[in-house]
């Protein structure tokens, strides 16, 4: 098939284009917001070409994956005409929740997908038709030395996005353990919390070295109140880090048993990242050096529409091991098998 999309999320984009089809992403001059083109920070293959908007009209497209209200207006100005038409929400809703209209609901014609099963919950999509999707990961391997007794934060401008992000949680994750923050917008953000620079530094890198550098440290923080489902925390978990994170919105169906501490109590969350970078050992039991290893498969090159979804996977390297629990005693529910959206594993 040929895909038309534009290039919004980069992260969730580097995964989608792995799949077996051509990508038609538009590109302008300025490379704006509506034309941004293909990405210069990720690898994506040569299956993603570039179109400028006059030539649209004469290209061949299959479907048009919609990803912001107004690109249904680009799609009558540069396409001139409506093939199937996917929008595909990768946020939770804000304001007047779990009252909150999509802009896709009750357009003909147009099936809108989710990313996560919470998303399509609380999203009220009127008549249009919804399926989900779930997100998909390039995996980058199982890096994890945890070298360094500092915990990772990834989340872009975390100053704008405040409480949504959890910004205001850092300065108790900081007491706990130091903290590298990782993202677009991060610098400056230890004088916002009013924290010294050493127990907060700011790193702002391209996806390969944010692995590397994400693998160098002993545990993973998703401080995150209101997202999606963040794909750091996939990528972390892929990586074999440690995880520790909010129990909010779909953390509690992405992390498997033994993988780390999720939870809505502060005092849990701290403590937790206290022992991690205190204790190695108890890291890497829970990120499957030692123990139990069990990650969720999230497969790249999902096609919204399709038949095929992700499907789950636990990999286990000592199949007889207790799964680790939590410091308030509980376990995290292991998800069953769904349809595989790519037989092969993703390399």
């Known amino acids: 098939m040929r895909i038309l999309l534009w290039h919004v999320h980069g992260s969730w984009t580097t995964a989608f284009v792995q799949g077996p089809h051509t990508y038609v992403v538009p590109v302008t001059p300025d490379r704006g917001p509506d034309g941004l ?11 993603v070409v570039e179109v400028e908007p006059e030539r649209l009209a004469q290209q061949d497209v299959d479907v048009v994956v919609l990803q912001r209200p107004h690109e249904i207006g680009l799609v009558d100005r540069w396409l001139r005409r409506r093939p199937p038409l996917v929008y595909l929400e ?9 009252d909150t209209r999509h802009p896709a609901a009750d357009i003909p014609g147009v099936t809108l997908v989710h990313v996560t099963h ?20 390039v995996d980058p391997g199982p890096l994890w ?17 405040g409480r949504t992000t959890g910004t205001d949680l850092l300065p108790p994750f900081a007491a706990a353990a130091p903290l590298d923050v990782f993202g677009m917008g991060t610098e400056g953000l230890a004088a916002h919390l009013g924290l010294p620079a050493d127990r907060c530094r700011s790193h702002e890198l391209t996806q390969a070295r944010l692995h590397a550098e994400m693998a160098r440290r002993r545990v993973y ?12 925390l996939l990528e972390a978990m892929h990586l074999g880090m440690p995880v520790v994170a909010l ?23 701290t403590d937790a990242v206290r022992d991690f970078v205190a204790d190695p050992l108890s890291a890497a039991a829970a990120a499957g050096h030692l123990g139990v290893q069990a990650a969720p498969w ?9 038949s095929r979804r992700p499907r789950w996977a ?10 680790a629990r939590s410091r308030a005693g509980d376990t995290h529910k292991s998800i069953p098998a769904s349809h595989a959206l790519q037989r092969r594993r993703p390399r």
């Open 37 to 47: 083109g293909r990405a210069r920070t990720f690898d994506w293959p040569g299956t």
């Open 90 to 98: 990768h946020n939770a809703p804000h304001g007047d929740v779990p």
């Open 118 to 137: 919470f998303n399509r919950l609380m999203w009220d999509a009127g008549s249009t038709s919804t399926t989900v999707i779930e997100h998909g990961i």
């Open 145 to 161: 030395t945890g070298e360094l007794p500092h915990a990772a934060v990834v989340v872009n401008e975390p100053v704008r996005r």
């Open 221 to 232: 923080v998703h401080p995150v109140r209101w997202t999606s489902l963040g794909l750091s």
């Open 247 to 269: 129990a909010t919105t779909e953390v509690t169906e992405a992390v498997p048993p033994g993988a780390g501490v999720v939870s809505n109590r502060l005092d849990v969350l």
């Open 298 to 306: 999230f497969p790249p090159g999902g096609c919204p529409g399709s």
């Open 314 to 323: 636990a990999r286990r390297s000592a199949p007889h091991a207790p799964p």
